[in-house]
């Protein structure tokens, strides 16, 4: 059981905290809730690129990560198409250092074309090496065009286009951090050595006087009901053949995505996994074989991805993966195998909640997600999944006409 207490400041910043007294440390956590679904279609990548700019220096503090290294601090950041997060470990005896560092990058970045410039190179430079350069580095720009036609997942949180970054315009940035990273639309979590009391008064101290901002009301286009299989060939200079499939699962919150997750374990979870060991071991069709999800809040993607052994036919290939998932649909797992699962499910949850900073993050995430007390609760949700369950979702989702295939071939 992970306890933690919650409370609000006037300006609307949502506060959790969670003593664990066992460690000299605290982690100070911050979760935008802001990803790249939430960026205008012409001008993607804005959510990452404000992931660089964040410690390109803020309005009273030019470097962020000097300050908070001398106070014995580390820190890092990530970005997805659904959220933002800061955080950063420090001493709990220093927490202060990270309330300032914080809440002045909260308050205002020091806006700049030189600093815009800077990042943006940074940015650019991690398009190209990463998206463009790289063997299959396109894949997935290409399936989210494949797989979505209406929703914001359909380009990637390094953006659609490279240009759209190029072209960012410190007008649109400034406007883009005014509508996105406030008060309002924040959730702070404080972890480790600290107490609920020092936690408010810290929190009131460098955050209450922060312009709360406007609440961001989402209203994103829906992705309609895929009624055709999609098919797309791609030809480019890659050492080996590919196949990336994927069907739409259901979001977060719904139990499809628990199921999702345990279907993925037994596809795709190791050596031990079916597709593993009937198509990389046994037939030797692949040299890799991946089964996973996104875990997306909303409706997300299911996927199997590998890489073909030479001379293996594409077919050949993605009908073995199609006999596989067709053993899931008219067939019920054995008890032992999703008990396995099930294990593995509670081991690596366990896991997650040793360290601070990972509890920190999820109960970040779970409060974006609605109530950070879920996470107490997310295990049970894992075991009640029955057989019946697999078998019964396995049919729903993996219907030809809810797939996407990306047949890509070394020229």
């Given at each position: 059981?992970?306890?933690?207490?919650?409370f609000v400041?006037?300006?609307?910043?949502?506060v959790?905290?969670?003593?664990d007294h066992?460690?000299p440390?605290?982690?100070?956590?911050?979760?935008?809730d802001?990803?790249?679904?939430?960026e205008n279609p012409?001008?993607?990548?804005?959510a990452?690129?404000?992931?660089h700019l964040m410690?390109?220096?803020?309005?009273?503090?030019?470097d962020?990560d000097?300050?908070l290294q001398?106070?014995g601090?580390?820190n890092?950041a990530?970005t997805?198409?659904?959220?933002?997060?800061y955080?950063?470990?420090?001493?709990a005896?220093?927490?202060?250092?990270?309330?300032?560092?914080?809440?002045d990058?909260?308050?205002?970045?020091?806006?700049?074309?030189?600093?815009?410039?800077v990042?943006?190179?940074v940015v650019?430079e991690e398009?190209k090496?990463?998206y463009?350069?790289?063997?299959?580095?396109d894949?997935w720009?290409?399936m989210r065009?494949?797989?979505?036609?209406?929703h914001?997942?359909r380009w990637?949180?390094?953006?659609?286009?490279?240009?759209?970054?190029?072209?960012?315009?410190?007008?649109?940035?400034?406007?883009?951090?005014f509508k996105?990273?406030r008060?309002?639309?924040?959730?702070l979590?404080?972890?480790?050595?600290?107490?609920v009391?020092q936690v408010?008064q810290?929190?009131q101290k460098w955050?209450?006087?922060?312009?709360?901002?406007d609440?961001?009301?989402?209203?994103?286009?829906?992705?309609?009901?895929q009624?055709?299989?999609?098919?797309?060939?791609?030809h480019?200079?890659?050492?080996?053949?590919a196949?990336?499939?994927?069907?739409?699962?259901?979001?977060?919150?719904?139990?499809?995505?628990?199921?999702?997750?345990?279907i993925?374990?037994?596809?795709?979870?190791?050596g031990?996994?079916?597709l593993?060991q009937?198509?990389?071991?046994e037939k030797q069709?692949?040299s890799?074989?991946?089964?996973y999800?996104?875990?997306?809040v909303?409706?997300?993607?299911?996927t199997?991805?590998?890489?073909?052994?030479?001379?293996?036919?594409?077919e050949?290939?993605?009908?073995?993966?199609?006999?596989?998932?067709?053993k899931l649909?008219?067939s019920f797992?054995?008890?032992?195998?999703l008990?396995?699962?099930?294990n593995?499910?509670?081991?690596?949850?366990?896991?997650e909640d040793?360290?601070?900073?990972?509890?920190a993050?999820s109960l970040?995430?779970?409060?974006?997600?609605?109530?950070a007390?879920?996470?107490n609760t997310?295990?049970?949700?894992?075991?009640?999944?029955?057989?019946?369950?697999?078998q019964?979702?396995?049919?729903?989702?993996?219907?030809?006409?809810?797939?996407?295939?990306?047949?890509?071939?070394?020229n």
């Amino acid at each position: 059981m992970i306890t933690f207490e919650r409370f609000v400041l006037d300006n609307g910043l949502k506060v959790l905290v969670h003593e664990d007294h066992s460690t000299p440390m605290a982690v100070v956590n911050i979760m935008y809730d802001v990803g790249a679904r939430d960026e205008n279609p012409d001008k993607t990548g804005f959510a990452h690129l404000f992931e660089h700019l964040m410690f390109g220096g803020s309005i009273h503090i030019p470097d962020y990560d000097e300050p908070l290294q001398r106070a014995g601090g580390e820190n890092n950041a990530y970005t997805t198409n659904d959220l933002t997060n800061y955080y950063c470990q420090i001493p709990a005896e220093n927490i202060e250092t990270a309330f300032w560092l914080e809440s002045d990058r909260m308050l205002s970045l020091a806006f700049s074309k030189k600093s815009l410039e800077v990042q943006r190179k940074v940015v650019c430079e991690e398009f190209k090496e990463h998206y463009l350069n790289k063997p299959y580095g396109d894949v997935w720009h290409k399936m989210r065009e494949l797989a979505y036609t209406k929703h914001p997942y359909r380009w990637m949180t390094i953006g659609k286009e490279l240009s759209h970054v190029e072209n960012a315009h410190i007008d649109d940035v400034k406007a883009f951090f005014f509508k996105h990273y406030r008060p309002v639309n924040a959730i702070l979590v404080v972890a480790g050595h600290v107490t609920v009391e020092q936690v408010k008064q810290l929190a009131q101290k460098w955050f209450g006087d922060i312009p709360m901002g406007d609440k961001y009301v989402r209203d994103l286009p829906q992705e309609p009901k895929q009624t055709e299989k999609r098919v797309r060939e791609v030809h480019a200079a890659v050492p080996l053949d590919a196949l990336v499939k994927t069907w739409h699962m259901d979001a977060r919150l719904d139990k499809g995505y628990y199921v999702a997750d345990m279907i993925t374990e037994i596809l795709g979870g190791g050596g031990s996994s079916r597709l593993y060991q009937k198509l990389v071991k046994e037939k030797q069709y692949f040299s890799n074989l991946d089964c996973y999800h996104f875990g997306s809040v909303d409706a997300g993607l299911l996927t199997v991805e590998g890489k073909l052994v030479k001379g293996v036919k594409m077919e050949d290939a993605a009908s073995a993966i199609d006999e596989e998932i067709e053993k899931l649909k008219t067939s019920f797992i054995e008890e032992p195998e999703l008990q396995k699962i099930k294990n593995k499910t509670e081991s690596v949850i366990a896991f997650e909640d040793m360290s601070i900073m990972s509890r920190a993050n999820s109960l970040a995430m779970y409060e974006l997600l609605g109530d950070a007390s879920m996470m107490n609760t997310e295990l049970q949700k894992y075991q009640d999944i029955t057989v019946e369950d697999v078998q019964k979702y396995s049919q729903q989702i993996f219907q030809s006409n809810n797939s996407n295939t990306l047949l890509y071939y070394a020229n």
